[in-house]
């Protein structure tokens, strides 16, 4: 069975203050009533997660990511985070590859498969984005698009390291803009990944790779969403900010 992950990526938004009590509501809530099988990724703003580690249950469902890493573990490169300074504020996880970060940090294929090396190498799991922008939609070459972006990023890693990799398939057409893919776009490009990954690490990697979908994922959608087969949790912008939208999401499974 593979593990069923939502992961909430809070992108630059909330203060302390607001990035604890948010925090501890979805912990609450989490308790409360998600589904037990869910792992519950929260990705705050770096600045933030030491200070909400402490807020979720030791070695319980909740576990924290960065937003991003530098591929380089120290150094002279002013504001940015490196994996072992994540590592050592408590996450778990790294989200790498994330459209925003390709458009506005014109991050590349290549950096970002020295960044994945540079995380798994710091014992960081990576969730890796993936997508395509509206025009590659449009003329109808998004598969191959999207499982480039893999190919160059990740093929060149072993098949142990590649058991440390969640991939998410977030459509940059619906990232932040209501238009959600349906959930057969969804679960064509997920069955698309998934049988690119067999094809270099076998069958049974493939199987046991969490695929998510992101992209205006919210409570009323993301129900039909998880029922897909190769779809096996989401990656959340807005609705992570909101506890009872996010945990609403998380029980839809
Ligand atoms: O980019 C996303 C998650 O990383 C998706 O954002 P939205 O859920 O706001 O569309």
Redesign the pocket.
């Known amino acids: 069975m593979r593990q069923k992950i939502v992961a909430g990526?809070w992108?630059m938004n909330k203060t302390l203050v607001e990035a604890q009590s948010l925090t501890s509501e979805i912990a609450n809530m989490v308790e409360d009533e998600a589904p037990s099988d869910v792992k519950v990724v929260i990705a705050p703003p770096a600045p933030f997660i030491y200070a909400v580690e402490n807020l979720i249950p030791e070695m319980g469902q909740i576990v924290l990511a960065g937003q991003n890493c530098h591929q380089e573990d120290a150094g002279a490169f002013t504001g940015e985070v490196s994996a072992p300074m994540l590592k050592s504020l408590g996450a778990q996880y790294v989200?790498l590859g994330?459209?925003?970060r390709r458009e506005h940090f014109s991050e590349t294929d290549e950096e970002l498969a020295k960044k994945t090396d540079n995380a798994l190498k710091n014992d960081l799991k990576v969730i890796f984005?993936c997508g395509e922008p509206l025009e590659i939609r449009e003329a109808d070459t998004q598969n191959e698009y999207v499982t480039k972006q893999l190919t160059n990023s990740l093929f060149h890693l072993t098949p142990e390291q590649f058991k440390n990799i969640v991939i998410?398939y977030?459509p940059i057409w619906?990232?932040?803009?209501g238009k959600t893919a349906s959930s057969q776009q969804a679960q064509d490009m997920h069955k698309t990944i998934r049988e690119h990954i067999a094809a270099k690490f076998g069958q049974d990697a493939a199987n046991k790779t969490s695929i998510l979908y992101?992209?205006?994922?919210?409570p009323d959608n993301a129900k039909e969403l998880f029922s897909q087969p190769d779809v096996d949790g989401g990656?959340?912008?807005?609705?992570?900010l909101k506890s009872r939208d996010f945990t609403d999401i998380i029980k839809s499974f």
């Open positions: 990526n992108k989200i994330h459209s925003e984005c998410a977030e619906a990232i932040g803009t992101g992209g205006s994922c919210k990656l959340i912008g807005g609705a992570s």
